[in-house]
């Protein structure tokens, strides 16, 4: 099965399953965002939050409520950036102390390719031309999307500042790597070009940005 580990860089932590099967218990705050969602939903905000806490013992820090800030991004402890992430039986968190990354996001999708029309709504010229030439019979048009999720996950903590599937330019590198540039002004807060991993596994596509000190 993927290990979401084998994509981040050291002193990174990660925590991940593959249903729902395990009990998570929520704290009464996460509940009540929950309230009048559907079984499955709860399940999968449940389950995530689980990945989180796990992840977060291992950096010695004590659960708590991990709630919903601006945008809907995840609120983490003082001194921890983190990364959630789930789809179709997969859910995993990462995160990391702040003093050695400034951010991180990860993403998952199924490795099936994008429906169709929705190539031409996220990528731009370039990047569909790019996808044109790369060799490999993985399903590189949603590789691309879920770099960009994981992107945005990275982005917006750095500038607050929301930004959508157009506003990047992602080079994937069929080794495994990819580059992304912003093409928003950052005014300083974010690098120019953000560095990240993908890989296909068991049906499943995961990618991570980190961004270091």
């Given at each position: 099965m993927p290990v979401i580990e084998e994509l981040l860089p050291a002193g990174v932590r990660a925590a991940e399953v593959f249903d729902d099967e395990l009990p998570v218990e929520l704290f009464p705050e996460?509940?009540?965002?929950?309230a009048g969602s559907s079984e499955r939903r709860r399940r999968q905000f449940a389950s995530v939050r689980g990945c989180a806490r796990r992840a977060l013992g291992e950096l010695g820090v004590a659960p708590v409520p991990?709630?919903?800030?601006?945008?809907g991004a995840p609120r983490w402890p003082e001194g921890?950036?983190?990364?959630m992430t789930h789809c179709r039986g997969y859910r995993a968190a990462v995160v990391a102390r702040a003093e050695h990354l400034a951010a991180v996001g990860i993403d998952a999708e199924p490795a099936l390719p994008l429906p169709?029309?929705?190539?031409g709504l996220v990528t731009g010229p370039e990047e569909r031309d790019m996808l044109a030439r790369l060799p490999g019979r993985a399903p590189l048009d949603r590789v691309l999307f879920c770099a960009k999720e994981a992107l945005y996950k990275a982005w917006f903590p750095l500038t607050q500042t929301w930004a959508g599937f157009r506003d990047a330019a992602v080079e994937i590198e069929p080794g495994g790597g990819f580059a992304a540039r912003m093409l928003l002004d950052a005014s300083?807060?974010?690098?120019?070009?953000?560095r990240g991993r993908w890989s296909v596994r068991e049906g499943l596509i995961l990618t991570v940005v980190t961004v270091a000190r």
């Open positions: 996460e509940a009540a965002l929950m991990l709630l919903r800030g601006k945008n921890v950036v983190g990364s169709e029309g929705v190539l300083g807060r974010a690098p120019e070009v953000f």
